[in-house]
């Protein structure tokens, strides 16, 4: 048999009410430190070795130290969406996330939007630069996934268009 270690960007957990799993040791450990309070969607992301970044839940981006984001409030998504955000490293780039927030209200709501979140800023926590809340697409329904494209390197950002077959 042949050991083997995966990435360790998704070991760490927040979501729910102030609710996380902490998969680091092979086994989900319980975390209660969290501070999301959300009921739908919400995205944590940790660097390679596992340790946590930062997280959100579409609205509002928590460092690790569980801190608000100097710039991390007011985000164009929204907790009740079943995906209310997604976040992915910039290609290239060890220091740059996008986190993609999907409002998924009707009648125009926030639709699919990104943020940049610099880990150089703020001492090394994390900042969200000036590129924040930066539109792509008006309206769409609460879905939003992230796929890595055959180059291996670059990520396609999936969603659905409100009220059609259009993605």
């Known amino acids: 048999s042949i050991q083997s270690f995966g990435q360790?960007?998704?070991n760490v957990w927040y979501f729910?009410?102030?609710?996380g799993l902490d998969f680091n040791s092979g086994s989900?450990?319980?975390l209660t430190d969290g501070m999301l309070n959300?009921?739908?969607?919400?995205?944590?992301?940790?660097?390679?070795d596992g340790d946590l970044l930062f997280y959100t839940d579409g609205l509002t981006v928590y460092n690790k130290n569980h801190m608000v984001m100097p710039n991390g409030m007011f985000l164009l998504g929204n907790p009740s969406?079943?995906?209310?955000a997604i976040v992915v490293k910039q290609p290239g780039l060890d220091n740059i996330y996008y986190t993609f927030a999907v409002d998924g209200a009707l009648a125009g709501g926030g639709g699919l939007s990104y943020s940049?979140?610099?880990?150089n800023l703020d001492g090394g926590l994390g900042d969200i630069n000036a590129n924040k809340n930066i539109m792509i697409t008006p309206t769409t329904c609460e879905k939003v996934c992230a796929v890595t494209h055959t180059n291996g390197a670059d990520f396609w950002i999936?969603?659905?268009?409100?009220n059609s077959n259009t993605f």
């Open 158 to 162: 999936v969603t659905r268009l409100e």
């Open 81 to 84: 969406s079943t995906q209310s």
């Open 28 to 30: 989900p450990v319980v």
């Open 8 to 10: 360790g960007e998704a």
């Open 16 to 19: 729910g009410t102030y609710a």
């Open 38 to 48: 959300t009921s739908e969607g919400c995205a944590s992301i940790s660097n390679a």
């Open 116 to 119: 940049e979140v610099d880990m």
